[in-house]
Nanobody, 115 residues
Framework: QVQLVESGGDLVQAGGSLRLSCAAS????????MRWYRQAAGNQRELVAR???????YYVDSVKGRFTISKDIANNTMYLQMNNLKPDDTAVYYC?????????WGQGTQVTVSS
């Protein structure tokens, strides 16, 4: 089992930046993938970005050029650098990972972007 703990969510003005962290309880080296999702009030949870075991990345169109996903294997942590934030980015952000034993989710961290 892998436990994931997100941090870094905050209230920020439009145009600002935040960096979210997702700390894993075990080595992330063996994980198949790690992902960031977000869920705005009244909306379905959506995939924001993912990073594969080989380092390949994917972003939803709405965040391309503004968000960067990365991972630090030595510290078992995944990051989401978010720049030029917009009010539409307001949501609870969740990290998840896929392993040979299944998928695991964090508890979420709130990001609020004011206009």
């Amino acid at each position: 089992q892998v436990q994931l703990v997100e941090s870094g969510g905050d209230l920020v003005q439009a145009g600002g930046s935040l960096r979210l962290s997702c700390a894993a309880s075990k080595s992330i080296l063996s994980l198949f993938y790690m992902r960031w999702y977000r869920q705005a009030a009244g909306n379905q949870r959506e995939l924001v970005a993912r990073i594969e075991s080989n380092g390949a990345t994917y972003y939803v169109d709405s965040v391309k050029g503004r968000f960067t996903i990365s991972k630090d294997i030595a510290n078992n942590t995944m990051y989401l650098q978010m720049n030029n934030l917009k009010p539409d980015d307001t949501a609870v952000y969740y990290c998840m990972c896929g392993s040979a034993y299944g998928d695991y989710w964090g508890q979420g961290t709130q990001v609020t972007v004011s206009s």
